[in-house]
Every structure is written in C-alpha cells, then in structure tokens.
C-alpha cells in the first residue's frame, strides 16, 4: 500500500533512474543477473517492475493526492437481476 503525496511522480523518477544503475552493474562492473560474489541487477530489475505498479494502479488506494481520470468503459454494463427479468417479460 502507497501512502503519500506524488508516489507516481516518485515512481516515474524512479524507474528513469534504474537503468542507469543496472547498465553500470552489467557493463562497468561486469556483474551478472543473479550476481557471483555479489547482489546481481535481479534486484533492480524487479524494483522497475513494482514501480511500474504504483505507476500505473494510480498509487494505492490511500494517498493524499489522487488523479482525475477519465475512466472510458467500453463494454456493457453486467446484466443485474432485475434487467434480467424485464428483458424476458418483454
């Protein structure tokens, strides 16, 4: 659970960020996806990807600062009980 003020932004900083340290491990310090002696770039990999989830579930449920968005719902909206029974007496 995200709890705060501009966790996406921090989220989106974060993931430009990572890159950097993974192409530094991978080709500066020649370190490979599990590591030998060390901790490999697994972890920063999978820090991108939780990241990619604050960004995109729009933070949590629980932040002090919560986007507008248009929400489009293409399909059709679910059939309740009653819609059911006034489509089949008609």
């Known amino acids: 659970m995200a709890f705060g003020v501009f966790t996406q932004l ?6 430009l960020i990572m890159p950097g340290a ?4 991978i080709f500066v310090w020649h370190i ?3 590591g030998e002696k060390t901790y490999g770039w697994h972890y920063d990999l999978m820090f991108i ?9 729009d933070g949590g449920r ?5 986007q507008k968005r248009e ?20």
Do not use: D
């Open 62 to 66: 629980r932040v002090l600062m919560k």
């Open 32 to 34: 490979g996806f599990w």
């Open 10 to 15: 921090a989220a989106l900083a974060m993931i």
């Open 71 to 90: 929400r489009h719902n293409y399909c059709s909206p679910p059939l309740g009980p009653s819609l059911i029974v006034q489509s089949v007496r008609a």
């Open 49 to 57: 990807v939780m990241n990619l989830v604050i960004l995109f579930t």
């Open 22 to 25: 993974i192409q530094k491990k």
